[in-house]
């Protein structure tokens, strides 16, 4: 794109004014139609795996993420406070981030970040697991609270939300650098391996009297059904958090609240985590 800069000096001599303007030309780099293209395609699943990459919205996130571990692709901004990033940033038109934003009020900067390779699984501490959890908002805020319980890995079965959904990022705010995130096969894990898993269920035990260990996995289920039938035949332990109110119009809390619930029961304990 061909910017034009016009300035102008005012000089007065006696009754007369003489306007000089100086016209300056540069060059700015600009967002090609295939780069938004691109940009707006890995709101989709399939295509965020095929390129390896995810896009993040919104200063705060991204300059979290910028300083986080992961490793940065691109970065398309309206302000030019990237600039200092080199090769990777290119400055934008306010039309141009409505173009590729996926929110109602865009924030000055979509980036790109190449999609980590998970780490290996600790099963010797505390995991959290989720099994066909469907809302991105639910997942973004269940990774947000293991990074806030210093909970290290999170593990969700096929079906859950992808982690990289551009929701989920975003409900995230900046943790799903911290939290190491891996997709398996819940059937497969539970029955091969020997792990000590519990159900959060609402048939199960009282949180307050439940015997947690420091290895253990606490598996949540889905918004409105809840842990699948074949996952909850492998799982022997069931916890519940106890419901204070007698009103049974309220069937269950949500997912997200179960989650920090039960990890805040979890630090309360002597041992803590």
Known sequence: MLWLIVSWFDLGFKKYKFYLYEVTYFVSKMITKNEIKFVRSLRIKKNRINSDQ???EGEKIVDELINSSL????????SSKYESLGEVYTKILKTNLLQISNLKTPNKVVAIFSIPKPDKIDFTSKIIALDNISDPGNLGTIIRLCDWFDIKDLICNIETVDCYNPKVVQASMGSISRVNITYLDFKELFSKKKLNVVAADLKGESINKFPFTKNQIV???????????EIKKIIKNRVTIPRYNSNYDIESINVANSVAIILAELKNRPTGM
Do not use: D, K, Q, W
């Open 219 to 229: 598996v949540f289920g889905n918004e409105s059904l809840g842990i699948s039938p």
């Open 54 to 56: 995810f896009i993040v």
């Open 71 to 78: 490793e940065l692709v691109r970065v398309y901004s309206t």
